[in-house]
């Protein structure tokens, strides 16, 4: 089984938003069973997955602490597990990130993302993962988030930029995602390129050391 936890010391970051695609997506690259878990008290993954019309991804409960989590995920077969985390450096999160085989780390182009994301980096580092960022919400021509890319570069690989797409939002309404709404679509596009470097790097070991 390998995981991916999704984690950064800022709300809004796209967190929840960016698990719900991946997950989706992995199935549908054909990465083998796939199931998500959410540490997040806020429980936005639980009540995305509640409103779907199909029970895939398996949602992992986590009533049971977060090993109790991955274990019944291993005892499920599943292939790819993927964590979604509250905003902090609460112990949970730190378990996630230590269960990972690798962090991403989603930052909006603005200075309180950077400032959040220098903890979690840290976290990471201390946890000894591969990370990588996911510059999110970006608008084109601006040149913030020309900036914030230079500056994640500094820490780890900048492996995707995803535009400030209403539809990223708007599909989780009855728990689906851009990509199932508009399988051709941009956001789709955005999501399947990102996949795929992660689907590499877990294979070849790709992502900022440690």
């Known amino acids: 089984m390998r995981v991916i936890t999704v984690a950064s010391r800022k709300g809004g970051s796209l967190k929840t938003t960016l698990t719900r695609?991946?997950?989706v997506e992995a199935e549908r690259a054909g990465a083998g069973s796939?199931?998500?878990v959410d540490t997040d008290p806020m429980r936005g993954l639980t009540l995305w997955w509640?409103?779907?019309?199909?029970?895939?991804?398996?949602l992992i409960d986590i009533s049971?602490?977060?090993n109790g989590a991955l274990a019944a995920a291993q005892r499920a077969h599943v292939d790819v597990l993927i964590i979604d985390t509250p905003p902090s450096?609460?112990?949970?999160v730190i378990a996630s990130i230590a269960s990972a085989d690798i962090v991403l780390i989603?930052?909006?182009?603005?200075?309180d993302d950077v400032r959040a994301m220098i903890s979690t980096v840290a976290a990471v580092k201390?946890?000894?993962k591969p990370f990588a960022f996911v510059v999110a919400r970006t608008k084109p021509n601006v040149r913030a988030t020309a900036e914030v890319t230079a500056t994640l570069s500094r820490y780890?690989?900048?492996?995707?930029?995803?535009?400030d797409r209403v539809l990223y939002a708007s599909s989780a309404t009855d728990g689906r995602t851009a990509s199932e709404i508009e399988p051709g679509g941009a956001a789709a596009a955005e999501i399947g390129a990102l996949w795929t470097y992660i689907a590499n790097a877990l294979t070849e070991g790709q992502g900022a050391a440690a």
């Open 64 to 66: 049971g602490g977060l």
């Open 34 to 36: 796939v199931a998500i």
């Open 50 to 58: 509640e409103a779907r019309k199909v029970d895939t991804p398996l």
């Open 126 to 128: 201390e946890a000894g």
């Open 21 to 23: 695609h991946l997950a």
């Open 156 to 163: 780890g690989p900048v492996v995707a930029l995803l535009a």
């Open 106 to 111: 989603p930052c909006q182009p603005s200075p």
């Open 89 to 92: 450096i609460a112990d949970i």
